[in-house]
Each structure stands twice: as C-alpha cells, then as structure tokens.
C-alpha cells in the first residue's frame, strides 16, 4: 500500500490531470470517427484508431516538459503508423530515367494518400483538443458536441450510434471525477493527500458506480419514444416522408427487430430472425399503373430455421433480354392464365434487390424507357422462385414496365390436385427444423381432420389462422415465456397475435408439418387507388356496377403496404397464393377475369380490432401528449425563475420556529458541512474559530470573509442580543458567497 501511494503521489508531480486529458479526448474523437462507417475503408479506421491510441500513450507515459518533442515523436508513429496499414504498391528503385528520387517520393505519397493525410490530421485535432480543454465549461463543450455528432448521425444516417453515445457519457463522467480531483489537487493539496492515503476507498466507489452506469446503457432494451420531435409530427400528419440523408434505416431495422423492438413499416432485407413489432411508415414507396389488382411480388424464401427465413438455395438464373419471354417454371397446364401489364414508378431513392411485380413476371418490356438488350447485365430471372432479380451493383431503375401471366382461381380444379412437388423442385420446400415442437403438428392435424383434399386443407389452416389470431402491429412480447425457441410455436400457443410475418410464417410451417410443399413470399399489398376511381362521394364503393371489376388503374404503395404471404404448390396449377393473415385480402382473379373478392386497403387494415385501436385516435394522442410535454416544461421555467423564492418557503416551512440568533447558527453549520465536503476538516479536538484559522491558512484570500462569518456565529451562538433581520440576510449572504467561491 504504501508504495501504492508513494507511486501516486510521485506521478501527481509529472501533471497527471494534462496526461488524463490526453487519453479522454483521444477516447472520444475514436467514438466519433463511427459517423464515417460508410464511407471510410477498413484500414482508415485501423490508422486512426492506432495513431490516436499511440498519440495518448506517448503523452501518459513520457515525463516529458517540452510539449514539441511529445509531438514529434506522436508524428513520427503516425506515419510509421500509416505506413504499417495503408495498401501500398511500392514503386521499383529509382533510376535517373524515371525521373530519380522525387518521382519515387510523389508515387509513394501518391500511394498514402488519403490514409497518410488522415492519421496526420487527428493527430493535429487531438494536439489541439488536448490544450483547448484546460476549463470545465471547455471540457463539456467537446463532451457535447461529440454527443450531439452522434444522435444527429445515429437519426438521419442508417448508422447505429447508441453505444458510441454511452462511451461518450462514461467517458465525461470519469473526466469529471479526474477534474474533481485535478481541482482539489490545487485548491487542497493536504486534503488530497490524506485521501490518496486510502486509494481504494476513494477509487473504488467511483469505479463500481461508472462502470455499473455503463452496462447498463449498453444493455438497456430500446423502447419507441414517447414523444416525437414536431417536425416528424409534422411530416407524417401531412402524410409526407421524413427526410434521410444516408438512405432508409427503416430498411435495415428489420435485420434487428427481436433485439431493438419496433421498427418501422417497409420492405425488408435479412428475415434470419422474425418478431418484435413496428410502426406504421405511410410514405409513397412507388406507384403502380396496372391492368389487374394484384399482390406485388418480391423474393422467395424456402428454408425455416426455427426463427426466421433463408434462401439456401444459390441460383444465378437466367440473364432477361428485352421484350424476351420469360419461363414460370412449368406446371401450370391446368391453370387458366390472365395477363397483366405494369408500369412501376419508383418514389424514393432506395434500391432493392429485386423487381417487384404481380407472380410471376413472363417478360419485361423496358427499364427506364430503354429497351436495349444491355438489360441483360443488369437483371437475372430464376423461374423457379418466380424472382426477378436486379444487379446491385447498378443504379436501381426508377421506372420498368413488365407484364405478367397471373394464375386465375379454380377452386373446383384445385380440390381435384395434389399438393406434391415434381422431380425438378428441390424437396427443401417440404422441409421443417429437427426443433420444431410436436404440438405445432398436432394442432395442424387437428385443424385438417376435415380436409378431404389438399386444397381444403390449406384453406382449414388460412382459415383458422385468419380467425382465431389477432392483427397487431405491435404485439405484447411478455406474453412469450422463453421456454420455446420457435417462432411458430411461440405465436400459436402464448403470443397469439401479430402481424403478416407471424402469420405467413405460421401457415407455412404449419403446410409444411401435413406435406403440403410451401414458401415464404414477401412484397407489398397493392396499395391505394386515388378515391375518384372509386365513384363520386356517397356512392356505395362496392357498388357491382360502378366498381371497377378489375381492379385497373394507378396505385400508390406506401412502406406501410409492405406484406409477407404463403404459395403452396398444387399439381397442375403450379404455385397458388394463401393470405392467412387476418384483415386481409388476396386479390384472386377468377376464370372469368373478374376479382372474385372486393377488399380495399383501407378495409384491410380495419378488419382487425386491434389496427383499429392503434390507428383511431392517433392525432388526438399526439396532441394529448404534446399538450403534456408542454405543460411539464412550463411548469419546470416557472420553477427555475422562482426557485429562491421557492427555497425561502421551504426554508420557512422546515425552520419557521427558529429566532434570528438560531437562523445565523443553522447558516453556520451549512457552511461547516459544505467545507468538509472540500476536504476543509473540522477536527473534533477543535473549535470553530481554530478551524476558521487554520483554513483561512489556505484560502488567504477569503480570510476576512471567514473571519466575518466566525463573529457572526459567536455573537449569535453565546451573545445575549438577538440579531436582526437584516444581520440574518446579510449574514446569510455571506455563507452563500463563501459557499460559490469555495466551490
């Protein structure tokens, strides 16, 4: 222990405070290089982390005075530093033909660069981070507009920031404790010293407490805000898109959605892990010009892992050729095929990996209004996953037309076909997870004792599923016990609500447990047609004659549109879609053309009780809330602005009996708590005026100030006289001056 100590107070006298100062900022402008994740290459991020690191190191461990040789040697690791990690191709030995040795320099500078040019310029921003933070308020300034950095970035970028935040806060926490200390180092020197006699008692605390507060940030669950900012309240009352300036992180917090909870409502890109919930995003994501309503089909996933979905099978298919038809895959000599024409308009910048359009496309008439065979390079067609896949090295189209040959619905023929797979269809379409519980397969048979044929027993499961689960955007996760780890068998039997990924993924599994050969389809809902094409206002939208029998026209899908679905596959007829999802819809075609079944998007999503719930009452809600958060501040300003006449009252309250002499000697004792936070010790042997003096040893310059607080406090305490309210106010007064300059 003591040498413990004596270790310490050696390294006290080398300016440690300046050392530790080093290593924060260093620390912090490492948390805040997070915000270039997309745009910088790996060995950027290694040489500035290296070269940031190697700079605080030098400045902790060299005792070094001069600040100049520090950074020299700081400059010298980081190009030694960037010479370690940058990819560089080294130029052949000079020669007087090739220009000698500064062409080698320029092609080898040439080669640094921008790797050379980054490390060098953290290095100078540490350098002057370092000596701009020598004051407290200094020192949260850069503490706050690196936290700053990061929520903006972490808001409007599809980059997940939260834990460089939570660095960021512990970071500043610890910071102040070593200014804290820095302070009383050089206000008092001896109370310092007898602290750093105990090392662990002082250090540990604080130690266990931020380290604690850190854990916990890290692993606190996320929850949606209750409260928006006003301008995305704005936009989306509006019905408008909020703005992102790095693309949609909407798209991608659905690769997270089990461990963040909700996300927002869009077209997905990893479905390995399905749950959680989410919020309704109702911005335009493209329109539709279309001969036939229809479902807008996107990929095809086979393989059930047990909590989500993949494609184990890897097919380049087949390169498309403009106005070139395109194969189904065979199968379908029973079906009565209808063709459909689109034209799709994109609304957003975003790109996917796949063309969306009703199932399946049989050919592609152009893309972007050119129909060159240079469309070959940019899209590949797999007939057997009915995806029509784009190349994403290439800009995503913003608009393509194609049409399609769409199954129309013969029930009376599908109750006469077998749900088996011919030879050419991969068996994994029947396949289930060695983990799936038995009772998934035993409720399936249940359901479809009944069935007579395949076909009635898939329309047993949509049915049951439809009718005995409800529709919720955000469904209660705690109703999960954790003792089964399928997603199916979760939803089924202790969830027993959701949305379209819970549903379609049950119907799926659950085809799949009687042999019914099945897959997972994801796309979007058709969307909305402008309401004139649905008549003049008060007539019956549903009215046979009015009503557009096809569905034809131009729809607008919404993010919130984004849908998942089942196809089971049927002899003959091919691949036949299944909407089990309850509110909703699947816009069959039937043999004679016609939409046998008249849903409309707005219908769709009323059906269910609980999307009635969460939509009605929205704006009301809102503005309930906002109206709170107003209150609440304004009620905080009236607080502040009279907070020392709120102090006086409850000074009143607490100590209203008190005369004027026992009011001074109260102000006295807070005066005498407050120094011995400080480390100003009164010690028990002593009085209070061999205190005063042997702090006012100290703090020379407050020695008058003392001394007027000590007179003050021995007239009251042992005088006969009492003391007037204006000796109280003035005396008060001067403990609370004593206090702010002692601070």
Known sequence: MKKLTFW???YLKLNWYDRFVSLFVAAILMSSLSIFENYWWPESFKIAYYTLAIAAIIDIVLPLKGWIIRLLLQFAAAVFITFRFARIEWSATPSADSG???????????????????????????WLFTRWTVTRPRMFGLIGASIVLLTVADSFTPIWLWDNVAVVVFIGLAWLVLNHLDRLQRTHPESLKELLEYPIRVFTPAVIVLSVLLVIALNVP??????????????????????????????QRDDFTAEVGNSSSGYSRNDDILGGGFDYDFSPMMTVSTSQRSYWRGETLGEYTGQGW??????????????????????????????????????????YPILFGAAPVSKVNWINDETAAVMSNAMRWSPEHWELRWNESLPYPKSYSVTSFVVSLDEEGLRTAEATLPNGLDPYYLSLPSSLPERVRELTEEITAEGTTDYD????????????????????????????????????????EGYCDYFSTAMAVMARSVGLPSRWVK?????????????????NMLDGERYNPTGAGTYTVRNSDAHSWVEIYFEGFGWIPFEPTSGFRFPYVSPEGEELELSLPEEELSESPDAVVKTSGGPSRVWGLASLAVLVIAAAAWLI????????????????????????????????????????????????????????????????????????????????AGATKEEVERYTNKVRYLIGELK
């Open 100 to 126: 000698g040795w500064g062409w080698w320099f320029r092609e080898t500078l040439a080669g640094l660069h921008p790797f050379l040019w980054i490390g060098l310029s953290l290095l100078v921003i540490h």
């Open 523 to 539: 796309g979007f809902t058709p969307g909305i047609l402008p309401v004139d094409r649905y008549g003049p206002p008060g007539d």
């Open 8 to 10: 310490i107070a050696s």
């Open 457 to 496: 027993r898939a329309k047993l499961i949509e049915t049951y599923l439809r009718q005995n689960y409800i529709y919720n955007n955000k469904p209660d996760l705690s109703k999960l016990s954790g003792n089964s780890v399928d997603f199916v068998d979760g939803f089924l039997f202790e969830l027993q």
């Open 222 to 251: 996320s929850i949606s805000p209750l409260l928006q900012d006003p301008y995305t309240i704005w936009k989306k009352a509006r019905g408008e898109e909020v703005q992102v300036f790095l693309g949609d992180k909407a798209l």
């Open 641 to 720: 602005v009279k907070r020392r006449q709120m102090a006086m009252a409850w000074f009143k309250i607490r100590h209203g009996n008190l005369n004027t002499n026992e009011q001074i000697v109260l102000e006295a004792n807070r005066l005498i708590r407050f120094c011995k936070k400080r480390g100003m010790k009164r010690e028990e042997h002593e009085t209070l005026r061999e205190a005063v003096a042997r702090w006012s040893q100290s703090q020379r310059r407050l020695q008058d100030d003392f001394r007027t607080v000590l007179d003050g406090f021995e007239k009251a305490k042992y005088g006969a």
């Open 310 to 351: 993949r494609n184990a099978l890897m097919i380049d298919g087949d390169r498309v050729m403009a106005e070139a038809s395109l194969t189904d895959g065979g199968g379908r000599e029973r079906a009565q095929l209808t063709e459909v024409h689109q034209v799709v308009t994109l609304e957003r910048e975003d790109a």
